[in-house]
C-alpha cells in the first residue's frame, strides 16, 4: 500500500506564491507517474501537472504552465508543487496522486490541502 500526505496549503493574496509537498510512504517501488490535481467549490476536479518517477518527465494543464512547477527530490518520496503569480481562480483543494505501473488512472490519493487566493 501507499500513504500519501499532502501540506503546505493556506491562504495567499493574488500575485502570491505557496508550495505544496507530498510525502509518500508505503510501495513507493510501483508508482510510474506522481500528480497534483484540485478541485474548486462545485467543479470537478482537474489535473494540475504530472511527473514521471523515473526519468522526470514533466506535464502541466494550459491553465498553470509557466506559472506552477513540479519536482520531486532524489530519494523519491517527495513531490513538490510550486506555485507562483497565483490567480483567485487558482482557488482549491490541491491532491496528490500516484500512479502505479499496470494502470491507466491515478489509484491513489491524498486527502488535498486547501490553496485559497485572494483577490
Known amino acids: 500500500q501507499l500513504q500519501l500526505v499532502e501540506s503546505g496549503g493556506g491562504l495567499v493574496q493574488s500575485g502570491g506564491s505557496l508550495r505544496l509537498s507530498c510525502a509518500a510512504s508505503?510501495?513507493?517501488?510501483?508508482?510510474?507517474?506522481v500528480g497534483w490535481f484540485r478541485q474548486a467549490p462545485g467543479k470537478d476536479r482537474e489535473f494540475v501537472a504530472d511527473i514521471s518517477w523515473g526519468e522526470g518527465i514533466t506535464s502541466y494543464a494550459d491553465s498553470v504552465k509557466g506559472r506552477f512547477t513540479i519536482s520531486r527530490d532524489n530519494a523519491k518520496t517527495m513531490v513538490y508543487l510550486q506555485m507562483s503569480s497565483l490567480r483567485p481562480e487558482d482557488t482549491a483543494v490541491y491532491y496528490c496522486?500516484?500512479?502505479?505501473?499496470?494502470?491507466?488512472?491515478?489509484?491513489?490519493w491524498g486527502q488535498g490541502t486547501q490553496v485559497t487566493v485572494s483577490s
Open positions: 508505503g510501495r513507493t517501488e510501483s508508482t510510474a507517474r
Open positions: 496522486a500516484h500512479k502505479t505501473f499496470g494502470t491507466t488512472v491515478y489509484n491513489f
